[in-house]
Protein backbone atom coordinates (compact mmCIF):
# COMPACT_ATOMS: atom_id res chain seq x y z
CA UNK A 1 0.00 0.00 0.00
CA UNK A 2 2.09 3.03 -1.00
CA UNK A 3 -1.36 5.44 -1.84
CA UNK A 4 -3.91 7.09 0.19
CA UNK A 5 -7.19 8.58 -0.84
CA UNK A 6 -9.17 10.94 1.38
CA UNK A 7 -12.22 11.90 1.09
CA UNK A 8 -12.64 15.13 2.73
CA UNK A 9 -16.00 15.86 4.71
CA UNK A 10 -17.19 12.99 7.50
CA UNK A 11 -13.20 12.20 7.52
CA UNK A 12 -11.00 14.58 7.85
CA UNK A 13 -13.28 17.42 9.22
CA UNK A 14 -16.73 17.93 9.60
CA UNK A 15 -18.25 20.20 7.61
CA UNK A 16 -21.43 18.64 7.23
CA UNK A 17 -23.29 20.49 9.87
CA UNK A 18 -22.10 23.85 8.23
CA UNK A 19 -22.70 23.10 4.94
CA UNK A 20 -26.37 21.77 5.34
CA UNK A 21 -27.23 24.74 7.69
CA UNK A 22 -25.74 27.05 4.40
CA UNK A 23 -28.02 25.03 1.88
CA UNK A 24 -31.11 25.07 4.25
CA UNK A 25 -30.63 28.78 5.09
CA UNK A 26 -30.31 28.91 1.13
CA UNK A 27 -33.10 27.07 0.20
CA UNK A 28 -35.08 28.78 2.54
CA UNK A 29 -34.33 32.22 1.51
CA UNK A 30 -35.15 31.58 -1.85
CA UNK A 31 -38.35 29.65 -0.78
CA UNK A 32 -37.83 25.82 -1.36
CA UNK A 33 -39.49 23.85 1.59
CA UNK A 34 -37.20 21.08 3.09
CA UNK A 35 -36.38 19.70 5.95
CA UNK A 36 -32.47 18.71 7.24
CA UNK A 37 -33.49 14.96 6.33
CA UNK A 38 -33.78 15.65 2.88
CA UNK A 39 -30.13 15.89 2.90
CA UNK A 40 -29.32 12.81 4.26
CA UNK A 41 -29.70 10.87 0.18
CA UNK A 42 -26.48 13.26 -0.62
CA UNK A 43 -24.52 13.32 1.69
CA UNK A 44 -21.09 12.28 0.13
CA UNK A 45 -22.08 12.91 -3.32
CA UNK A 46 -21.15 17.04 -3.65
CA UNK A 47 -23.11 19.53 -1.49
CA UNK A 48 -24.58 21.43 -5.01
CA UNK A 49 -27.06 18.16 -4.81
CA UNK A 50 -28.63 19.54 -1.67
CA UNK A 51 -29.82 22.56 -3.74
CA UNK A 52 -30.11 21.22 -7.41
CA UNK A 53 -31.89 17.83 -6.05
CA UNK A 54 -33.80 19.53 -3.56
CA UNK A 55 -34.94 22.61 -5.56
CA UNK A 56 -36.14 20.42 -8.73
CA UNK A 57 -38.06 18.15 -6.89
CA UNK A 58 -39.96 21.30 -5.41
CA UNK A 59 -40.48 22.49 -8.95
CA UNK A 60 -38.43 25.35 -8.24
CA UNK A 61 -35.27 25.31 -10.44
CA UNK A 62 -35.06 28.54 -11.27
CA UNK A 63 -34.05 29.57 -8.03
CA UNK A 64 -31.13 26.86 -8.28
CA UNK A 65 -28.12 29.35 -9.53
CA UNK A 66 -28.80 31.84 -6.96
CA UNK A 67 -29.49 29.89 -4.09
CA UNK A 68 -26.07 27.96 -5.06
CA UNK A 69 -24.28 31.31 -4.61
CA UNK A 70 -25.88 31.91 -1.46
CA UNK A 71 -25.19 28.42 0.13
CA UNK A 72 -21.28 28.69 -1.01
CA UNK A 73 -20.96 32.32 0.04
CA UNK A 74 -22.38 30.96 3.62
CA UNK A 75 -20.03 28.28 3.82
CA UNK A 76 -17.21 30.86 3.06
CA UNK A 77 -18.40 33.25 5.90
CA UNK A 78 -18.46 30.81 8.54
CA UNK A 79 -16.48 27.91 7.80
CA UNK A 80 -13.32 29.20 9.79
CA UNK A 81 -15.52 29.81 12.88
CA UNK A 82 -17.88 26.63 12.85
CA UNK A 83 -15.74 24.12 11.20
CA UNK A 84 -15.02 20.75 13.15
CA UNK A 85 -11.83 19.31 12.42
CA UNK A 86 -11.58 15.38 13.59
CA UNK A 87 -9.16 15.77 16.84
CA UNK A 88 -6.99 12.84 14.43
CA UNK A 89 -6.78 14.27 11.37
CA UNK A 90 -3.73 16.27 11.46
CA UNK A 91 -2.43 14.17 13.52
CA UNK A 92 -2.74 10.92 10.95
CA UNK A 93 -1.23 13.43 8.19
CA UNK A 94 1.83 14.00 9.74
CA UNK A 95 2.52 10.38 10.71
CA UNK A 96 1.36 9.06 7.01
CA UNK A 97 3.86 11.82 5.41
CA UNK A 98 6.47 10.75 8.15
CA UNK A 99 5.82 7.05 6.78
CA UNK A 100 5.99 8.13 3.07
CA UNK A 101 3.24 7.61 1.64
CA UNK A 102 1.38 9.65 -1.10
CA UNK A 103 -1.57 11.03 0.03
CA UNK A 104 -4.31 12.15 -2.29
CA UNK A 105 -7.77 13.64 -1.42
CA UNK A 106 -11.08 13.11 -3.88
CA UNK A 107 -13.87 15.21 -2.89
CA UNK A 108 -17.34 15.65 -4.31
CA UNK A 109 -16.77 19.32 -3.14
CA UNK A 110 -16.23 22.22 -5.52
CA UNK A 111 -12.53 23.14 -5.50
CA UNK A 112 -13.42 26.82 -3.64
CA UNK A 113 -15.28 24.98 -0.63
CA UNK A 114 -12.52 22.41 -0.47
CA UNK A 115 -10.03 25.36 -0.47
CA UNK A 116 -11.64 27.15 2.16
CA UNK A 117 -12.23 23.75 4.74
CA UNK A 118 -8.54 23.30 3.78
CA UNK A 119 -7.75 26.64 5.20
CA UNK A 120 -10.12 26.79 7.59
CA UNK A 121 -8.56 23.36 9.37
CA UNK A 122 -5.23 24.49 9.08
CA UNK A 123 -4.27 21.70 6.89
CA UNK A 124 -1.96 22.54 3.85
CA UNK A 125 -2.93 22.36 0.14
CA UNK A 126 0.72 20.50 -0.51
CA UNK A 127 -0.33 17.73 2.29
CA UNK A 128 -1.54 15.97 -0.94
CA UNK A 129 0.22 15.54 -4.49
CA UNK A 130 -3.20 15.15 -5.95
CA UNK A 131 -6.50 17.05 -5.33
CA UNK A 132 -9.12 16.49 -6.88
CA UNK A 133 -12.87 18.21 -6.36
CA UNK A 134 -16.51 18.01 -7.76
CA UNK A 135 -15.36 19.61 -10.89
CA UNK A 136 -12.59 17.18 -12.06
CA UNK A 137 -15.74 14.54 -12.60
CA UNK A 138 -18.40 14.51 -15.06
CA UNK A 139 -20.05 11.84 -12.54
CA UNK A 140 -19.98 12.03 -8.87
CA UNK A 141 -19.65 8.92 -6.25
CA UNK A 142 -21.31 6.80 -6.41
CA UNK A 143 -20.14 6.35 -9.86
CA UNK A 144 -16.34 5.26 -9.72
CA UNK A 145 -15.07 8.42 -12.12
CA UNK A 146 -13.23 9.88 -8.85
CA UNK A 147 -11.58 6.93 -7.69
CA UNK A 148 -10.25 6.11 -11.04
CA UNK A 149 -9.17 9.62 -11.74
CA UNK A 150 -7.13 9.62 -8.88
CA UNK A 151 -5.40 6.19 -9.23
CA UNK A 152 -4.73 8.03 -12.98
CA UNK A 153 -3.21 11.16 -11.46
CA UNK A 154 -1.06 9.14 -8.98
CA UNK A 155 -0.25 6.95 -11.69
CA UNK A 156 -1.17 3.95 -9.20
CA UNK A 157 -3.15 0.51 -9.50
CA UNK A 158 -5.87 0.06 -7.42
CA UNK A 159 -4.34 -3.02 -5.01
CA UNK A 160 -1.01 -0.16 -3.84
CA UNK A 161 -3.98 2.57 -2.89
CA UNK A 162 -6.73 2.57 -0.16
CA UNK A 163 -9.70 4.92 0.14
CA UNK A 164 -10.50 6.33 3.62
CA UNK A 165 -14.93 7.30 3.52
CA UNK A 166 -17.36 8.05 5.27
CA UNK A 167 -20.46 7.99 3.07
CA UNK A 168 -22.31 5.17 1.53
CA UNK A 169 -21.77 7.16 -1.99
CA UNK A 170 -17.88 7.18 -1.56
CA UNK A 171 -17.19 3.59 -0.31
CA UNK A 172 -19.34 2.38 -3.67
CA UNK A 173 -17.57 4.86 -5.81
CA UNK A 174 -13.75 3.33 -4.28
CA UNK A 175 -15.02 -0.53 -4.69
CA UNK A 176 -16.20 -0.25 -8.27
CA UNK A 177 -13.12 1.22 -8.94
CA UNK A 178 -11.25 -1.83 -7.55
CA UNK A 179 -9.71 0.00 -4.73
CA UNK A 180 -10.12 -1.70 -0.50
CA UNK A 181 -11.87 0.96 1.28
CA UNK A 182 -11.22 1.83 5.01
CA UNK A 183 -14.71 3.58 6.48
CA UNK A 184 -15.00 5.74 9.48
CA UNK A 185 -18.50 5.69 10.94
CA UNK A 186 -18.70 9.52 11.30
CA UNK A 187 -22.04 9.84 9.23
CA UNK A 188 -23.06 5.65 8.64
CA UNK A 189 -23.00 2.99 10.91
CA UNK A 190 -21.26 -0.13 10.72
CA UNK A 191 -24.07 -2.67 8.84
CA UNK A 192 -24.70 0.14 6.17
CA UNK A 193 -20.91 0.63 5.34
CA UNK A 194 -20.33 -2.97 5.43
CA UNK A 195 -23.25 -3.36 3.03
CA UNK A 196 -21.77 -0.87 0.73
CA UNK A 197 -18.46 -2.69 0.58
CA UNK A 198 -15.82 -1.37 3.50
CA UNK A 199 -13.54 -3.53 4.56
CA UNK A 200 -12.09 -2.16 7.51
CA UNK A 201 -14.88 0.05 9.34
CA UNK A 202 -13.47 2.29 12.29
CA UNK A 203 -14.14 4.37 14.91
CA UNK A 204 -11.79 7.29 14.40
CA UNK A 205 -9.27 7.75 11.20
CA UNK A 206 -6.02 7.41 13.13
CA UNK A 207 -7.04 3.11 13.46
CA UNK A 208 -6.27 3.38 9.99
CA UNK A 209 -2.57 3.45 11.20
CA UNK A 210 -3.27 0.14 12.52
CA UNK A 211 -4.49 -0.90 9.33
CA UNK A 212 -2.12 -0.48 7.35
CA UNK A 213 0.72 -1.61 9.69
CA UNK A 214 -1.48 -5.79 9.44
CA UNK A 215 -1.98 -4.84 5.85
CA UNK A 216 1.80 -4.30 5.61
CA UNK A 217 2.62 -7.57 7.86
CA UNK A 218 0.12 -9.99 5.40
CA UNK A 219 2.20 -8.81 3.04
CA UNK A 220 5.95 -9.74 3.97
CA UNK A 221 5.73 -12.86 2.22
CA UNK A 222 3.63 -11.96 -0.30
CA UNK A 223 4.84 -13.86 -3.18
CA UNK A 224 3.04 -16.99 -2.17
CA UNK A 225 -0.31 -15.26 -1.48
CA UNK A 226 0.05 -13.46 -4.85
CA UNK A 227 0.42 -16.87 -6.45
CA UNK A 228 -2.61 -18.42 -4.37
CA UNK A 229 -4.58 -15.27 -5.16
CA UNK A 230 -3.57 -15.07 -8.60
CA UNK A 231 -6.07 -17.10 -11.15
CA UNK A 232 -7.50 -16.63 -14.49
CA UNK A 233 -10.36 -13.68 -14.31
CA UNK A 234 -12.47 -13.44 -17.11
CA UNK A 235 -14.77 -10.62 -16.62
CA UNK A 236 -13.38 -6.91 -16.11
CA UNK A 237 -14.42 -3.40 -15.52
CA UNK A 238 -13.85 -1.33 -18.32
CA UNK A 239 -11.45 0.85 -16.58
CA UNK A 240 -8.27 2.07 -18.04
CA UNK A 241 -4.87 0.41 -16.91
CA UNK A 242 -1.83 3.52 -16.42
CA UNK A 243 0.47 2.90 -19.45
CA UNK A 244 3.17 2.84 -17.05
CA UNK A 245 1.88 -0.30 -14.98
CA UNK A 246 1.71 -2.08 -18.54
CA UNK A 247 5.48 -1.62 -19.19
CA UNK A 248 6.12 -2.37 -15.50
CA UNK A 249 4.64 -5.79 -16.31
CA UNK A 250 6.60 -5.89 -19.86
CA UNK A 251 9.61 -5.26 -17.70
CA UNK A 252 8.28 -8.30 -15.35
CA UNK A 253 8.65 -10.39 -18.35
CA UNK A 254 11.93 -9.30 -19.50
CA UNK A 255 13.50 -10.30 -16.63
CA UNK A 256 12.10 -13.70 -16.70
CA UNK A 257 14.03 -16.95 -17.03
CA UNK A 258 15.01 -17.70 -20.27
CA UNK A 259 16.50 -20.87 -21.64
CA UNK A 260 20.37 -20.50 -22.74
CA UNK A 261 19.38 -16.76 -21.82
CA UNK A 262 18.86 -16.20 -25.15
CA UNK A 263 15.55 -13.95 -24.52
CA UNK A 264 13.82 -14.10 -27.51
CA UNK A 265 10.29 -12.97 -26.27
CA UNK A 266 9.22 -9.46 -27.33
CA UNK A 267 6.20 -7.80 -25.49
CA UNK A 268 3.20 -6.00 -27.51
CA UNK A 269 1.40 -3.41 -24.93
CA UNK A 270 -2.44 -3.40 -26.51
CA UNK A 271 -4.64 -0.89 -25.50
CA UNK A 272 -5.50 0.81 -28.64
CA UNK A 273 -9.51 0.45 -28.14
CA UNK A 274 -10.02 -0.52 -31.74
CA UNK A 275 -7.06 -2.75 -31.74
CA UNK A 276 -8.78 -4.39 -28.62
CA UNK A 277 -12.15 -5.26 -30.26
CA UNK A 278 -10.22 -6.55 -34.00
CA UNK A 279 -8.19 -8.67 -31.81
CA UNK A 280 -11.21 -9.92 -28.94
CA UNK A 281 -13.23 -12.24 -31.99
CA UNK A 282 -9.34 -14.19 -31.90
CA UNK A 283 -9.83 -15.09 -29.20
CA UNK A 284 -11.66 -18.31 -27.05
CA UNK A 285 -12.40 -17.93 -23.74
CA UNK A 286 -13.29 -20.62 -20.43
CA UNK A 287 -13.89 -23.91 -22.35
CA UNK A 288 -15.79 -25.03 -18.95
CA UNK A 289 -18.02 -22.68 -18.32
CA UNK A 290 -21.23 -21.78 -19.82
CA UNK A 291 -21.39 -18.19 -20.78
CA UNK A 292 -17.57 -17.97 -19.96
CA UNK A 293 -16.76 -15.55 -22.59
CA UNK A 294 -16.82 -11.69 -21.65
CA UNK A 295 -19.68 -9.64 -22.69
CA UNK A 296 -18.93 -6.19 -24.07
CA UNK A 297 -18.55 -4.53 -21.13
CA UNK A 298 -16.32 -7.18 -19.65
CA UNK A 299 -13.72 -7.39 -21.60
CA UNK A 300 -10.35 -6.97 -21.06
CA UNK A 301 -8.74 -3.33 -20.61
CA UNK A 302 -5.48 -4.29 -21.83
CA UNK A 303 -3.60 -7.27 -23.90
CA UNK A 304 -0.06 -7.73 -23.77
CA UNK A 305 0.92 -9.95 -26.68
CA UNK A 306 4.03 -12.42 -26.28
CA UNK A 307 5.78 -12.15 -29.18
CA UNK A 308 8.41 -14.99 -30.10
CA UNK A 309 11.37 -13.45 -32.10
CA UNK A 310 12.92 -16.52 -34.73
CA UNK A 311 15.87 -14.67 -35.66
CA UNK A 312 17.23 -15.08 -32.04
CA UNK A 313 15.59 -18.52 -31.88
CA UNK A 314 15.19 -19.87 -35.30
CA UNK A 315 13.66 -23.18 -34.01
CA UNK A 316 10.33 -21.15 -33.31
CA UNK A 317 9.64 -23.02 -29.80
CA UNK A 318 9.02 -20.57 -27.45
CA UNK A 319 6.39 -22.03 -25.10
CA UNK A 320 8.61 -22.86 -21.94
CA UNK A 321 10.20 -19.14 -22.30
CA UNK A 322 6.38 -17.42 -22.58
CA UNK A 323 5.01 -19.76 -20.23
CA UNK A 324 7.31 -18.25 -16.93
CA UNK A 325 7.22 -14.67 -18.00
CA UNK A 326 3.74 -14.83 -18.41
CA UNK A 327 3.47 -16.09 -15.04
CA UNK A 328 5.71 -13.44 -13.82
CA UNK A 329 3.19 -10.74 -15.42
CA UNK A 330 0.41 -12.83 -14.04
CA UNK A 331 1.98 -12.50 -10.49
CA UNK A 332 3.14 -8.74 -10.73
CA UNK A 333 -0.46 -7.82 -12.25
CA UNK A 334 -2.16 -9.76 -9.18
CA UNK A 335 -0.05 -7.45 -6.56
CA UNK A 336 -1.01 -3.82 -8.39
CA UNK A 337 -4.57 -4.86 -8.18
CA UNK A 338 -5.20 -6.48 -11.50
CA UNK A 339 -6.36 -9.71 -13.06
CA UNK A 340 -5.52 -11.84 -15.88
CA UNK A 341 -5.90 -14.31 -18.11
CA UNK A 342 -3.60 -16.42 -20.36
CA UNK A 343 -4.99 -17.05 -23.54
CA UNK A 344 -3.36 -19.81 -26.46
CA UNK A 345 -6.45 -21.07 -27.57
CA UNK A 346 -5.79 -17.87 -30.60
CA UNK A 347 -5.95 -16.87 -34.26
CA UNK A 348 -2.84 -16.47 -34.24
CA UNK A 349 -2.32 -15.34 -38.09
CA UNK A 350 -4.79 -12.83 -38.17
CA UNK A 351 -3.68 -11.34 -34.19
CA UNK A 352 -0.19 -11.08 -36.87
CA UNK A 353 -2.32 -9.24 -39.10
CA UNK A 354 -3.84 -6.90 -37.06
CA UNK A 355 -0.60 -6.09 -35.41
CA UNK A 356 1.28 -5.84 -38.47
CA UNK A 357 3.88 -7.69 -37.04
CA UNK A 358 6.87 -8.45 -39.00
CA UNK A 359 7.79 -12.02 -40.27
CA UNK A 360 10.16 -12.74 -37.39
CA UNK A 361 7.61 -12.11 -34.45
CA UNK A 362 5.37 -14.69 -34.05
CA UNK A 363 2.22 -14.30 -31.32
CA UNK A 364 3.37 -17.00 -29.13
CA UNK A 365 0.36 -16.36 -26.20
CA UNK A 366 -1.89 -12.99 -25.24
CA UNK A 367 -2.14 -12.02 -21.51
CA UNK A 368 -5.61 -10.41 -20.62
CA UNK A 369 -5.48 -7.56 -18.23
CA UNK A 370 -8.18 -5.67 -16.42
CA UNK A 371 -9.17 -4.55 -13.24
CA UNK A 372 -11.21 -8.00 -12.23
CA UNK A 373 -14.98 -8.21 -12.42
CA UNK A 374 -15.31 -11.73 -10.76
CA UNK A 375 -13.61 -13.47 -8.27
CA UNK A 376 -12.10 -16.90 -8.50
CA UNK A 377 -10.33 -19.62 -6.40
CA UNK A 378 -8.21 -23.02 -5.70
CA UNK A 379 -10.26 -25.68 -4.73
CA UNK A 380 -9.14 -28.85 -3.89
CA UNK A 381 -9.84 -31.07 -6.80
CA UNK A 382 -12.88 -34.29 -6.31
CA UNK A 383 -12.62 -37.36 -8.06
CA UNK A 384 -10.29 -36.29 -10.72
CA UNK A 385 -12.44 -33.66 -12.27
CA UNK A 386 -10.30 -31.07 -13.22
CA UNK A 387 -13.08 -28.69 -14.70
CA UNK A 388 -13.55 -25.17 -13.18
CA UNK A 389 -16.83 -24.67 -12.53
CA UNK A 390 -19.12 -21.22 -11.05
CA UNK A 391 -20.42 -21.82 -7.30
CA UNK A 392 -23.48 -20.50 -6.46
CA UNK A 393 -22.06 -17.09 -5.78
CA UNK A 394 -20.84 -16.64 -9.22
CA UNK A 395 -17.53 -17.09 -8.06
CA UNK A 396 -15.46 -19.44 -10.24
CA UNK A 397 -13.76 -22.41 -8.19
CA UNK A 398 -10.64 -24.14 -9.83
CA UNK A 399 -9.81 -27.50 -8.94
CA UNK A 400 -6.44 -27.88 -7.49
CA UNK A 401 -4.67 -31.38 -7.06
CA UNK A 402 -4.02 -32.09 -3.55
CA UNK A 403 -0.37 -31.43 -2.65
CA UNK A 404 0.29 -34.64 -1.60
CA UNK A 405 -1.08 -35.86 -4.88
CA UNK A 406 1.40 -33.65 -6.69
CA UNK A 407 5.17 -33.77 -4.54
CA UNK A 408 7.05 -37.30 -4.52
CA UNK A 409 9.19 -37.57 -2.13
CA UNK A 410 12.70 -39.24 -2.58
C1 LIG B 1 -0.84 -22.15 -21.84
C2 LIG B 1 -2.18 -21.70 -21.35
C3 LIG B 1 -3.16 -21.35 -22.25
C4 LIG B 1 -4.41 -20.90 -21.82
N1 LIG B 1 -5.35 -20.53 -22.72
C5 LIG B 1 -6.54 -20.08 -22.31
C6 LIG B 1 -7.51 -19.62 -23.25
O1 LIG B 1 -7.27 -19.61 -24.44
N2 LIG B 1 -8.69 -19.16 -22.77
C7 LIG B 1 -8.97 -19.15 -21.44
O2 LIG B 1 -10.07 -18.72 -21.08
N3 LIG B 1 -8.09 -19.55 -20.53
C8 LIG B 1 -6.86 -20.03 -20.91
N4 LIG B 1 -5.93 -20.41 -19.99
C9 LIG B 1 -6.25 -20.33 -18.57
C10 LIG B 1 -6.47 -21.73 -17.96
O3 LIG B 1 -7.75 -22.20 -18.30
C11 LIG B 1 -6.32 -21.60 -16.43
O4 LIG B 1 -4.99 -21.26 -16.15
C12 LIG B 1 -6.67 -22.91 -15.71
O5 LIG B 1 -8.02 -23.21 -15.83
C13 LIG B 1 -6.33 -22.83 -14.24
O6 LIG B 1 -6.96 -21.74 -13.62
P1 LIG B 1 -6.12 -20.67 -12.81
O7 LIG B 1 -5.26 -19.93 -13.81
O8 LIG B 1 -7.13 -19.81 -12.16
O9 LIG B 1 -5.26 -21.43 -11.85
C14 LIG B 1 -4.68 -20.85 -20.43
C15 LIG B 1 -3.67 -21.18 -19.53
C16 LIG B 1 -2.44 -21.59 -19.96
C17 LIG B 1 -1.37 -21.91 -18.95
Known amino acids: MKYIIFDMDGVLIDSEPVTMKAASDALTKYGVE ?35 KEMY ?33 A ?17 PENTFDV ?22 KLNAGPSECIVIEDAVNGVKSAVSAGITCFAVTTSFDRETLKAAGASFIKDDII ?8 LDNENNNSAYKAILKRRSIRKFKQTPIPYEK ?23 IITDKDMLNKIFPCTKWAAYLENGTPKEDERPAAYI ?41 LDRDEIHRILSLPENLCVVHLIALGVPKQESRAVTMRDNNVKYYLDKNGVINVPKRNLDEVILKF
Request: aromatic share 6%; proline share 2%.
Open 207 to 214: ELLDVLDA
Open 305 to 345: AILGDTSIKSNGNFDCDSGLASSSIMIAAQEMGYGSCMLGA
Open 131 to 152: ILSGSDVTKKKPDPEMYLKAME
Open 34 to 68: HTMDDFKEFIGAGEDKFITCLSERKGKSEVIDAAM
Open 73 to 105: SLIEERAEKELFVYPSSLKLLKELKKRGYTLAL
Open 107 to 123: SSSAINKLKVSLKAANI
Open 246 to 268: LEKLADCGRLSAFGANMQPLKFG
